[in-house]
Structure formats: structure tokens, C-alpha cells
């Protein structure tokens, strides 16, 4: 079964960057999604952004213009990076592949906006 392993969260003030990294225990083929969510406390767990195949890239309109994803396919990596993050943005943030119809998670690393 795949594994899912995140890396980069941490603490950052206002208006600051981070980039997240999401490592696959397998190969992830490119027509398979992957993609990043986050859950703050006392909300659901919500699409932050998402790459499937050659399509271009989804966002949530909160993260429309100062987050990217990208995919490392031939290390079987995906990536968020994060910049003019705001208070609003902190969260446990989750990495999230489709394959074959099965769906993996990972088990999230914290980011914190805050002075």
C-alpha cells in the first residue's frame, strides 16, 4: 500500500513563504492526481490544490495566485510552495494521491501563520 510522507511545515509570519514537499513510497504514474488539502481546527479538511495529468493545475480561490503545485513524477514527488501566506492559511496540511481508484493520505504537517 502506498505511503504518503510530508515535510517542510513549520512556523511563519504573515507574508512569508514555505514549501512543502510530499514523498510516494511507489511510483505515481502522471495521469494520476495528487494533491494537497488542509483541515484548521474546527473546519473540514478542504482542496488547497490539485495536478492531474497534463491538465493544468486546480487552486482554491483563497490560494488562487500565491500557492503552486508541482510534481517531480520520475521521483514520485509533489510539492506545494507558498508564498504571502496569511493567518487564514494555518493548517494541517495533507498530501493526497488517486491511483487505480484507491485513495492515499498522508499524515499531514502543521503550518502556522502567525507574528
Known amino acids: 500500500q502506498m505511503q504518503l510522507m510530508e515535510s517542510g511545515g513549520g512556523l511563519v509570519q504573515p507574508g512569508g513563504s514555505l514549501r512543502l514537499s510530499c514523498s510516494a513510497s511507489e511510483r505515481v504514474l502522471s495521469t494520476d492526481a495528487m494533491a494537497w488539502y488542509r483541515q484548521a481546527p474546527g473546519k473540514e479538511r478542504e482542496l488547497v490544490a490539485r495536478?492531474?495529468?497534463?491538465?493544468?493545475?486546480e487552486y482554491a480561490s483563497s490560494v488562487q495566485d500565491r500557492f503552486t503545485i508541482s510534481r517531480d513524477n520520475a521521483k514520485n514527488m509533489v510539492y506545494l510552495q507558498m508564498t504571502g501566506l496569511k493567518p487564514e492559511d494555518t493548517a494541517v496540511y495533507y498530501c493526497?494521491?488517486?491511483?487505480?481508484?484507491?485513495?492515499?493520505w498522508g499524515r499531514g504537517t502543521q503550518v502556522t501563520v502567525s507574528s
Open positions: 495536478k492531474r495529468g497534463g491538465r493544468d493545475p
Open positions: 493526497y494521491v488517486r491511483e487505480s481508484g484507491s485513495e492515499y
